[in-house]
């Protein structure tokens, strides 16, 4: 019988699983017994020099034999504990196997993919309280909630959830979608995000290859994907988390899903919604519990155990976890019953910090002694675990690294460990980790106190000695820890050099965010900062600034060159001068980088830094009169400084959990709070002091709070995570509220009143924003922003609404865009998709102007103008997710707050009166090719004025008097030194260098002119409009001879003769035409194209040219008596919207619109290339937007091109080279200097990037 072909299909799709993990070797000896595979086939398999080899050969013979082959494939996968990969194979099984219907293979097999621990190697039931649990799990069958089990450390929870959920039944009935466990303990944010990408992964992974995404950046964005794959792709499944020690992190699985959480502290779930449920943990076994313990330690029965057994078990206090500890020790020694009686009895070790919940005498007395009987050298080792962070999972190659022994040495004392309860193994993982209890951990800390720093050091000096040339690269296990974790161990063993070294290095920062991404990073400088600025705070500063800013770009993959993007750090940044060394050092051998050399033009929006909290900050806001700031967060305080110089003026403890918001009343008299401890409290601004508490009608934390914006009728808002009380309207004169907005059933995470106070906005997770009628408090309409995003059908959380200053428009943040809405119809006006891969979590309108704020979860905010829907500037400096952001009352200023602990001032007039930073992007650039290597860079300012900019530093030459239409091109004359440009309404002129002197006004065209170039050693000038024509000047002169025949506009030409005697010109009508220039005759007229063509460009040698168009194709044209098409060039997908010859004729290059360039070779016709095939990411396109320019160099081995950004390419190979990415995007052109040393561009936001090669 052939193979099922769900089988076969099977082990292809997993192939690659497969051959990185199993052990045929062990396979094989089950598959033997089952006489499926032969002895002789075993030999020829074994006979591979490598184990991934010997697993090719095996699947390799699967795939040639039957259906029963594959079943005890499976069953020995299931056998030697490789569950994740049974589970794969599962689905797959064919009908007829008898082991596919095994109850217990089948929950051991859902418990091992959800990653549920394994029963400890000793195993007592606990059938009362496993119960309980049960029937708490069963009121999760049809609704989603929390079951909280609870109990004092070491009372044995875990194990008693995980033994709950190994039920058949309980499966099936409740959780069909599966039991999927996260082992939580003591985290920070950035921890606790690499926890969640860790299991999104996994849920993915169990889907298909097209569901694996990158992994969330952010908290927010990860509680997305996991409510995504918890309800949509993994229903009625479980969720079950270990050991929280936080209510803040459990907001981050408030996701309206079924959760079994165990932790110390039975009111955490107070924080979250849904239905509760509790089962409470006794303190301990009770003593016949922890005597079958022991008996089975010891192998005797109940009845047979001696009188100090009953002794022992009550001087442990029933604790699962001392118990153990004895039991593993008699295990050794089964004749000390005495000797550990009084080894307890005696409490001896006594524990420098005592608890006050839980007596740990008992476990002092226990781990003790089962450290006493360990061999010396491994009593030494053993201590060496003091230095592991709380809830981390080690494996053996580092601690092999750590002792300088071989691994199977390591792993055999770790088995060691384990068998005597000092330490636990998590065998679910290839390779298995270590791990210890937290209060095994604790005890070892305080044994060993006096020494951990010289433990550390003992770490950091293996780790130094075992990678003294580069550090580990493989991405596994042993690497992640050494990556994520060797700061840690510098800072605790105080090698503080070694730990400015590390931080301080461009070659760190590149290792560890490529294999870590940035979070990591950021939070070391947060963690340290106070360590680093010992050395030197303007260099941590310097670090920190240049995270910030390309945080963004380094979570992308392909990963960016990090020291070219530190070339764009301000020369005087350590981080530009360490880049610029590398990049020195690395040209030699040929490597491409790019100084961007007038970057001190940019100015910085930046004017002020405030520390206010310990603890991320959530609420930032202005007073009325601009003069103070408001701030509160995580710490539960609420504090008041200057604007000016960030001086404090009052702090307050303001609530019992977080505070989540803060706001002044428009007198500035009085502040307003708002927190997870579901209360609203007023407060005298000036006083500190507390005036009006309501604390009953919220029955969840309150998100936001805002007082109306006039003084006219003071009211306070606030909405809540209610399920259906969730807004209200707060008159400060009565106890309770005045009104309660009704309609959203699902919390509500923002409120706010429109200018004129008439209405408030709502917005909630269930994807609508509502607009109330304040004196009412009736629904007025209901904007559904779910219906205008792109995941239709998906649930689209609202995270806040603003409104215009005119009131006629609310913007909305869902999740990475943000849509601007007509209130008066409901439609969708302007959507603003950022380009970054990140949440945003925050935005406000300025009161004053069309600026938009935005604030992103990947450390970012930018500036956008609402009118143009272009981004203006990026307001760089957070060091984590910023949370808030709000324009001054006057718009003059932008603060910003962050998880970082900081609150940001920025000065957005900046943005209005800059010119450097709002040049056009419609250019020109002219290289001298004198000794002195000056150039010319021409464009239009935002005030309509044509700047002309010498030089490496960008410097302004001249500008010209503010036009009265738009310019729309320029270009340059050499002799005399000139610049020409045109305007929508037609008009021509000339100007002198440096003089701005008007040389000519020409006047022809009656439209808007789209394109100039001077001729004839600068005697003629073309243009072209969108008036059809093209009009040849002698402009001295002001002949004119106007060439017709195109009938839509004609966008660009080219000369076709060295003479410049003829010239081609295309059009948006899919024609080409000839023309001979001195007489303004029609040479020649081609039907070229279906659609507008929107570029052409004619070889060096005058032979070919090319023409690309709106219909994605691109032609080669060829001149005998005439011009023919001899190449059609198919296969782009999209526009075809640049093209480019290379210097010696051989060879086209084509880019089109999803970022896609194709190299062709020019007589055959044929694709020789295709660059930009590893885009960075799914959401962008692959260059960043629109090929739009294309330059070979002069030897045709390299290529440039701009889109999004600007690339370099190695010609041969089609690869990318370099990428400078500019803090805008939408690259129209890139000029380059005759040596392709020098290159120049204009961004969307006007920035000009001066680009020269290093070397």
């Known amino acids: 019988m052939m193979l099922d072909e769900g089988a076969r299909s099977s082990l292809l799709r997993f192939r690659q699983n497969l051959e990185q993990d199993i052990k045929p070797a062990y396979l094989m000896d089950h598959m033997i017994s089952d006489g499926v595979l032969s002895g002789e086939e075993e030999e020829r398999i074994s006979e591979w020099p490598s184990r991934k080899e010997q697993a090719a050969s095996l699947l390799e013979l699967l795939l040639k034999k039957d259906n029963s082959a594959f079943i005890s494939f499976y069953n020995a996968l ?51 309280l496993i119960n309980k649990i049960r029937e708490k799990l069963y009121h999760l069958r049809q609704d989603t909630g929390w079951v909280t089990v609870f109990g004092m450390a070491g009372s044995g929870k875990s194990v008693l959830v995980a033994e709950a959920v190994r039920d ?16 939580i303990g003591q985290l920070d944010k950035a921890n606790l995000l690499v926890k969640i990408q860790a299991l999104c992964f996994r849920l993915e992974q169990s889907l298909d290859s097209q569901s694996l995404q990158r992994p969330p950046t952010s908290l927010d964005e990860a509680k997305e994907r996991l409510r995504f794959l918890v309800l ?108 550990y009686l009084r080894q307890l009895q005696q409490k001896q070790f006594k524990r420098i910090r005592k608890s006050s919940s839980y007596d740990y005498d008992a476990l002092d007395q226990a781990m003790a002694a089962s450290i006493e009987v360990l061999p010396d050298e491994h009593r030494e080792l053993y201590r060496d675990l003091a230095v592991l962070e709380p809830d981390i999972k080690i494996p053996a190659k580092v601690l092999s690294i750590l002792w300088d022994l071989e691994p199977e040495e390591v792993e055999d004392i770790l088995e060691e460990f384990v068998n005597k309860s000092l330490l636990f193994v998590d065998s679910h993982r290839k390779p298995a980790l270590y791990y210890l209890h937290d209060l095994q951990l604790d005890f070892l800390v305080e044994q060993n106190r006096a020494q951990l720093e010289n433990l550390h050091t003992k770490v950091v000096r293996q780790y130094q000695q075992h990678y003294s040339e580069t550090p580990p690269t493989s991405g596994d296990e042993e690497c992640l820890y050494w990556i994520r974790f060797l700061t840690y161990h510098m800072a605790k063993a105080n090698l503080s050099q070694e730990l400015y070294s590390l931080m301080f290095s461009l070659d760190w920062i590149t290792h560890k965010a490529q294999i870590l991404g940035p979070a990591h990073l950021l939070n070391d400088f947060v963690e340290y900062g106070s360590i680093l600025d010992k050395k030197n705070s303007n260099v941590r500063s310097h670090f920190q600034e240049f995270l910030s800013l390309n945080g963004h770009q380094l979570e992308q993959r392909p990963f960016p060159d990090v020291v070219q993007l530190a070339l764009s750090q301000p020369q005087a940044s350590e981080v530009y001068r360490q880049a610029l060394q590398r990049a020195q050092e690395r040209a030699r051998s040929g490597k491409l980088y790019f100084d961007w050399l007038n970057k001190s033009s940019v100015e910085s929006l930046s004017r002020l830094v405030i520390h206010p909290h310990q603890g991320s900050v959530y609420a930032a806001c202005f007073s009325q009169d601009g003069t103070k700031i408001a701030s509160c967060g995580a710490s539960k305080t609420l504090k008041v400084f200057r604007s000016t110089s960030g001086e404090k003026l009052t702090e307050i403890q303001a609530h019992d959990d977080e505070v989540l918001c803060c706001a002044f009343s428009p007198d500035d008299r009085l502040l307003a709070t708002c927190s997870s401890d579901r209360k609203v409290k ?57 009104n309660t907005m009704f309609g959203h059933f699902e919390p509500v995470n923002h409120c706010c009143f429109s200018p004129d106070d008439a209405y408030l906005s709502t917005s909630s997770n269930d994807g609508t924003v509502k607009i109330f009628e304040v004196s009412s408090a009736n629904e007025w309409k209901t904007i559904n922003v779910r219906e205008w995003c792109a995941e239709a059908g998906e649930e689209v959380p609202v995270k806040c609404s603003t409104w215009t200053g005119d009131g006629k428009r609310v913007v909305c943040a869902v999740r990475s865009a943000v849509l601007v809405m007509d209130v008066e119809t409901s439609q969708m006006l302007l959507e603003i998709r950022t380009g970054r891969l990140s949440m945003v979590q925050y935005c406000d309108a300025c009161p004053t102007s069309n600026l938009l704020a935005i604030a992103f979860s990947n450390y970012a905010v930018e500036l956008w103008d609402l009118a143009d829907n272009k981004k203006m500037a990026d307001c760089s400096g957070h060091l984590s997710w910023v949370q808030r952001v709000q324009f001054s009352p006057d718009g003059s200023q932008l603060l910003s707050c962050a998880d970082d602990q900081t609150v940001r001032l920025w000065q957005t007039d900046k943005v209005h009166t800059t010119s450097a930073v709002r040049l056009k992007r419609d250019s020109d650039a002219f290289f001298d090719s004198g000794e002195d290597g000056q150039f010319f860079v021409s464009a239009a300012d935002n005030c309509n004025r044509l700047q002309v900019r010498a030089g490496r530093a960008g410097s302004l030459l001249f500008q010209s008097e503010e036009m009265a239409s738009r310019i729309r091109c320029t270009c340059f004359c050499s002799k005399p030194l000139a610049v020409a440009f045109g305007t929508e309404d037609g008009t021509v002129e000339i100007l002198a260098i440096p003089s701005g002197k008007v040389l000519a006004t020409l006047l022809g065209h009656t439209k808007t002119v789209l394109h100039c170039q001077f001729l004839h050693a600068g005697q003629t000038l073309i243009t072209s409009s969108e008036d059809t024509t093209i009009n040849v000047w002698k402009w001295q002169s002001h002949e004119c001879l106007v060439l017709r025949g195109h009938k839509e506009q004609v966008r660009c030409f080219s000369l076709l003769s060295p003479a410049e005697t003829r010239m081609l ?112 990411d799914g959401l962008d396109s692959l260059h960043g937007g629109w090929v739009t320019d294309l330059h070979f160099s002069p030897d045709d081995s390299l290529l440039v091109s701009t889109g999004g950004y600007v690339k370099w390419w190695d010609v041969d190979k089609g690869e990318a080279l370099q990428t400078f990415y500019p803090t805008g995007s939408a690259l129209k052109k890139v000029h380059v200097s005759p040596d392709f040393s020098t290159f120049v561009t204009i961004d969307n936001i006007g920035i000009l990037y001066v680009l020269q090669r290093v070397v």
């Open 78 to 128: 299931v056998k030697e504990a490789y569950y994740d990969l049974a589970n794969l194979l599962h689905a797959a099984l064919p009908g007829d196997t008898p082991n596919s219907s095994n109850s217990t293979s089948d929950v051991q097999i859902v418990l091992s993919a959800g990653g549920v621990p394994q029963r400890p190697v000793v195993f007592v039931s606990r059938p009362e």
């Open 168 to 183: 058949q039944r309980l499966i099936e009935e409740c959780f069909p979608g599966g039991i999927h466990w996260l082992s």
């Open 232 to 339: 949509r792709r993994y229903p009625r499944s479980l969720l079950i988390l270990d050991d929280i020690w936080d209510s803040t992190v459990l907001k981050s699985f408030d996701i309206h899903c079924r959760i079994l959480l165990s932790t110390r502290n039975r009111s955490l779930t107070d924080s979250v919604s849904g239905a509760k449920h509790e089962v409470e943990v006794e303190s301990g076994l009770d003593d016949n519990k922890a005597l079958e313990i022991i008996a089975l330690y010891t192998r005797n029965a109940l009845e047979c155990l001696p009188e100090e057994a009953r002794s022992i078990v009550r001087e442990c206090k029933g604790s699962p976890l001392v118990v153990s500890l004895i039991g593993a020790l008699l295990k050794e020694k089964p004749d000390r019953w005495s000797y």
């Open 682 to 738: 007023v407060w005298n601004a000036e006083r500190g002091m507390l005036l009006r508490v309501f604390e009953v009608e919220h029955e969840e934390q309150v998100n936001h709070c805002q007082f109306t914006n006039t003084r006219r009728r003071l009211l306070l808002a606030t909405c809540s995570n209610d399920s259906f009380l969730n807004v209200k309207l707060w008159n400060l004169n009565k106890p309770t509220s005045q």
């Open 1065 to 1176: 010109s295309c059009s948006f009508d899919g024609t080409v035409k000839v023309w001979e220039l001195e007489s303004g005759e029609e040479l020649q007229h081609i039907e070229a194209h279906r659609g507008a063509i929107l570029s052409c460009h004619v070889s060096p040698d005058g032979r070919f040219f090319a023409t690309t168009s709106a219909d994605k194709i691109a032609k080669v044209w060829w001149h005998s008596e005439s011009w023919q098409c001899v190449h059609v060039l198919c296969g782009h997908q999209d526009c075809v919207r640049s093209c480019r010859f290379s210097c010696d004729g051989r060879r086209l290059a084509t880019g089109d619109d999803g970022g896609e360039i194709r190299l062709w070779s020019v007589t055959e016709g044929t694709l020789l290339k295709i660059c930009s095939r590893d885009g960075k």
